[in-house]
């Protein structure tokens, strides 16, 4: 295979020819990535189109001279349709959302993986078992557990079910990764006096931050992404998130599209930056999560 | 603060460094086992019991939910789209998912052609509602179609489709009957728009985790790419296959938000979790809400028992 006997005119044939024998690959997969952006870069455009335009004609003939786009849109639904209020609920929501499951996962996590205690192996697996429940089987009694501790429509009430349904993949996820940190550095800690929670802080939580920040993105964008829950627990219209103020707009709005595709992509933007920003940890997430329901 | 005893670690067993504290574990794991009986354990039940009851949990009515469901016309089409969901939708977001898998990993910008495919995963199903509902708007014949499909379908001659609401085609109506609608198709599109990134990323590392030096052998040995395709890669592949495919199941019994946004179950989209919603909130019938949400429990009870299985397997080879 050595080309020190060719010429740089075959090796530049061999190559060419490569790239021919290639080219139906390249195209194929250029193709289908367009594809599949193709819906999304026309919410994106519309978003920026004047309504006039919008119900006139379609996002792909915007880009003719001379262009017209308008920041009016969002100035729209930011003020008129609530998306503003709905934007910081739903941040109010997911920050605990995320934090408090992880970190109670967090301790039970460390039990299972480094305490030894009467039936663990089977409570773990009922916690595995417990990942794919289905949400609907819980939603009547979590409402009214709620509605009885006077919680439902509050953003506690929606922070408690959220930590629940968070917590089976978040154990499995860490104590996973927990069980797998190297035994005798946490025995030296052990020898050396430290408490269980010098270990866990100090030790253990620090060393496991590529799978506390996988969990965090996954957490927080199901959460962030939540419809049902907030549907079903958050009724009051003041507290509603932006997937339910979305689902909203839609009903009332349903044609609308300048204000449909502009709210929209006001709920994709923090999805978006923390998928370009953190791509890595997103994607061990998603590989961690395939047991998830 | 209770100290672990340095005594204990002389005998150096991983599992044994707390033996002698029995209390300890059970308040590290106290936050969590809290919150785990009272809004998951208990509600199961719960549900399960007032799924034998009336509309208002007020009095046992034994089976009569169930007869219900199984009677009514609306739970045998949302069922039937659920089945729908079910095959169509995983099936083609795995497959899909394989094919790019293994396209994109033979070129270099395979990143930048994985995150194209991907992205969909990191946004709602509301927002991908709205998009869709968008691509597939209508306007009647002789208006301008604002949506992208309508506007190629006259573009290339036909006539414009309410993709949402049609419940069959005009030229394939026949081969549809019943509740197959082919707004349902609509919308299982959609969710394999979203989903084929994720199956493609789980495959993706499966086929990274291939020694190259097997499929070196296989090309010495005279193989094609197909055959080591078939031969080789998906045998290999199959446990993350089947990892893939019951992510999708769970999803595809599941799946409300995508449904309750694009048509709100209207004209003959409902599946087993809008109709619950209905039931809760429209109709007010617990009862009826319960036992449609313990009919999704039972048919992702097998895939539990799969994950219990797979679990317990993953373990004994640590």
């Given amino acids: 295979m050595s080309a020190a006997g060719k010429s740089i005119d075959e090796r530049f044939s061999a190559r060419a020819r490569k790239l021919v024998k290639r080219f139906p690959l390249h195209l194929i997969i250029v193709l289908v990535g367009l594809f599949w952006m193709t819906p999304s870069v026309g919410l994106l455009v519309s978003s920026f189109r004047d309504a006039r335009d919008v119900a006139s004609s379609g996002w792909w003939t915007a880009f003719q001279l001379p262009f017209q786009f308008t920041l009016e849109n969002y100035a729209d639904v930011l003020t008129q349709n609530r998306m503003g209020p709905s934007f910081l609920n739903s941040l109010i929501i997911s920050i605990p959302g995320t934090i408090v499951p992880i970190l109670i996962a967090g301790f039970a996590a460390y039990a299972f993986a480094w305490m030894r205690f009467r039936g663990r192996d089977v409570l773990f697996l009922f916690v595995v078992a417990l990942l794919v429940v289905p949400l609907q089987m819980t939603l009547i009694p979590v409402l009214r557990l709620l509605t009885d501790m006077h919680l439902a429509g509050s953003f506690p009430g929606i922070w408690l079910a959220h930590t629940a349904y968070g917590l089976p993949f978040a154990v499995f996820l860490l104590r996973n990764f927990f069980g797998g940190l190297p035994r005798e550095l946490l025995e030296s800690a052990y020898l050396d006096g430290a408490s269980n929670m010098r270990v866990f802080f100090r030790l253990v939580l620090p060393l496991s931050v590529p799978a506390l920040a996988s969990l965090a993105i996954f957490q927080f964008l199901w959460v962030w992404n939540d419809l049902l829950v907030a549907l079903v627990i958050l009724q009051d219209p003041a507290k509603t998130p932006m997937t339910v103020a979305i689902t909203n707009l839609v009903s009332s709005f349903g044609t609308q599209w300048q204000l449909l595709t502009s709210a929209a992509f006001i709920s994709m933007m923090l999805p978006l930056v923390i998928f370009f920003a953190l791509q890595r940890y997103f994607v061990q997430g998603i590989l961690a999560g395939s047991v998830k329901g | ?318």
């Fill in chain 2, 1 to 318: 603060m209770v100290k672990a005893f340095p005594g204990v670690f002389s005998r150096t067993r991983r599992q044994d460094i707390n033996r002698r504290v029995r209390v300890l574990p059970w308040l590290w794991l106290l936050p969590a086992l809290f919150f785990i009986i009272l809004f998951l354990v208990y509600p199961t039940i719960e549900t399960l019991r007032l799924s034998f009851m009336n509309q208002d949990s007020s009095a046992y009515i034994g089976a009569e939910n169930y007869q219900h469901i199984f009677a009514s016309s609306a739970t045998r089409t949302a069922l039937l789209n659920n089945v729908l969901w079910l095959v169509l939708f995983t099936v083609l977001a795995t497959g899909l998912g394989l094919i790019f898998a293994v396209l994109t990993g033979k070129v270099r910008y395979e990143s930048l052609a994985k995150a194209a495919i991907f992205i969909p995963m990191a946004i709602s199903f509301v927002a991908a509602a709205v998009i869709w509902r968008f691509m597939y708007a209508f306007r009647p014949e002789g208006f301008t179609q604002t949506g992208l499909v309508n506007a190629i379908g006259t573009g290339i001659g036909l006539e414009p489709i309410a993709w949402l609401v049609e419940h069959a085609l005009p030229y394939i109506d026949v081969l549809l009957p019943g509740p197959l609608h082919t707004n349902n198709f609509a919308i299982v599109a959609v969710g394999v728009w979203m989903w084929t990134g994720f199956a493609m990323v789980v495959l993706s590392a499966g086929l990274k985790g291939i020694s190259t030096e097997v499929l070196e052998a296989a090309y010495v040995d005279g193989a094609n790419d197909w055959q080591i395709f078939w031969r080789i890669i998906l045998p290999i592949l199959s446990p993350t296959i089947a990892v893939v495919g019951t992510t999708l199941v769970i999803q595809a019994l599941k799946n409300f938000d995508m449904v309750w946004v694009m048509t709100a179950g209207n004209y003959g989209t409902d599946v087993v979790a809008t109709l619950m919603f209905k039931e809760m909130f429209n109709f007010h019938n617990f009862g009826r809400a319960s036992a449609l949400a313990v009919v999704l429990l039972v048919a992702i009870l097998p895939v539990v028992l799969i994950n219990i299985r797979r679990f317990r397997v993953q373990e004994e080879t640590r």
